[in-house]
């Protein structure tokens, strides 16, 4: 069974409470077992992992390949926007990612439109809400089913 990473940056533990208005009335932990039962309805492994500390996320992808994850979901949050180190790690673990964030932030402040991933990413998801994670798991278990089978003549 395939696992899969997902990973939410600063501020994504006061989901639910920190500005429902723009993130909704989803909580972390409910966002999180919703994914886990969706994960495993779809014979597909998650661990799902939240810090506000750049380093644990960065020390998070740097185990996710030698761990035996097959591919990374990440709400950076902030960092989306700030972290060379982020990307750095991502691309240092050759691991498939999407990046996923709940709110636009093309129709935000003009500092929330350049994003450090998203040229490196496998595919981004912006403003469908918590709506946006499941999305991103239906589209990185579609990519791990085609490199997981043999091409015509193989």
């Not at 929330?112 to 403003?127: K, N, Q, Y």
Request: charged letters at 20%.
């Amino acid at each position: 069974m395939d696992a899969v990473l997902i990973l939410n940056g600063p501020n994504l533990n006061r989901l639910g409470t920190r500005e429902p208005e723009l993130y909704g009335t989803t909580t972390l932990p409910e966002l999180e077992e919703s994914l886990r039962g969706w994960a495993k309805r779809n014979h597909l492994r998650v661990e799902c992992f939240q810090s506000n500390a750049e380093h644990e996320l960065v020390e998070r992808i740097q185990l996710a390949e030698e761990q035996g994850y097959k591919g990374i979901i990440i709400n950076p949050g902030g960092l989306t926007h700030t972290s060379v180190v982020l990307r750095d790690a991502l691309l240092g673990v050759r691991l498939p990612f999407i990046e996923v964030h709940i709110s636009n932030p093309l129709s935000r402040e003009s500092f929330r439109r350049d994003s450090f991933l998203a040229d490196v990413a496998t595919g981004v998801i912006l403003g469908l809400g918590v709506q946006g994670y499941e999305l991103a798991l239906i589209a990185m278990q579609a990519r791990l089913t085609r490199t997981a089978s043999p091409s015509p003549g193989d």
